[in-house]
């Protein structure tokens, strides 16, 4: 049964250019949720999503920042012209019932 | 004032020593309690998953809910260097927001 898979695990990006970072949740999960982390922080939430609905967005930033959860295919955090202040490290977590979230290796994003 | 307070650390102790990791929070609304597993540069990795006030163990680990005080704790007896991690307290509240709300994490180094 495979974890939740995140991918890319590693993104550079230069100032001004787009990020899209790409969640699968574990099989039967219809519940995503994103998190950042900073250096030495812990994790912030972000948005939490099931299928084609954003059922929490409280801790988006409310410019640049998006998310979505299709019908079919993965969650995309996407994130336009991208700063040096958004160099950290996503993840993505996903439940069944929205209660035990279990979460994936990560995308470390590098904006130069 | 953080919702969610945790110890950063960094805690190390000998081989074999009962390590106790603690946070306190303030939202008496929180009554889902978690401790996750961070090692350096990979995803959370859930250990204890707690409801009511009391103990729960598993193994080596054990997860203390005392919600009168608004403080959790998490043991480890008889540690290992394969312990050495980044240790993250979790909670939510039991309906509406399914967002985790995190403490800082504190790094644990079992020294051998």
């Known amino acids: 049964n495979a974890g939740v898979m995140q991918n890319p695990r590693h993104l550079v990006r230069r100032r001004g250019q787009e990020a899209r970072l790409r969640c699968s949740p574990m099989?039967?999960?219809?519940?995503v949720y994103w998190y950042r982390q900073l250096p030495e922080e812990g994790l912030k939430f972000m948005v939490y999503?099931?299928?084609?609905?954003?059922?929490?967005e409280s801790g988006m930033p409310k410019e640049r920042f998006s998310a979505e959860f299709p019908k079919e295919g993965p969650s995309i955090l996407r994130i336009q012209q991208v700063v040096r202040g958004d160099s950290a490290a996503y993840f993505c977590a996903s439940s069944d019932r929205g209660e035990t979230q279990y979460f994936g290796p990560g995308t470390r994003l590098l904006v130069l | 004032q953080k919702e969610v307070e945790q110890d950063p650390g960094p805690l190390s102790v000998p081989e074999g020593a009962i390590v106790s990791l603690n946070c306190t929070y303030s939202n008496s609304a929180f009554q889902y309690f978690m401790w996750y597993r961070q090692y350096s540069r990979k995803g959370p990795e859930l250990l204890m998953y707690?409801?009511?006030?009391g103990n729960k163990e598993d193994g080596r680990f054990t997860a203390q809910v005392d919600k009168s005080s608004k403080y959790i704790s998490l043991f480890i007896r008889d540690s290992q260097p394969s312990d050495s991690a980044t240790y993250l307290c979790?909670?939510?509240?039991?309906?509406?927001?399914?967002?985790?709300?995190f403490g800082q994490g504190t790094r644990l180094t079992i020294n051998p």
């Open positions: 999503l099931q299928k084609e609905n954003i059922i929490d």
């Open positions: 707690t409801y009511s006030s």
């Open positions: 979790a909670m939510n509240r039991i309906q509406g927001a399914q967002k985790l709300v």
């Open positions: 099989k039967g999960h219809s519940h």
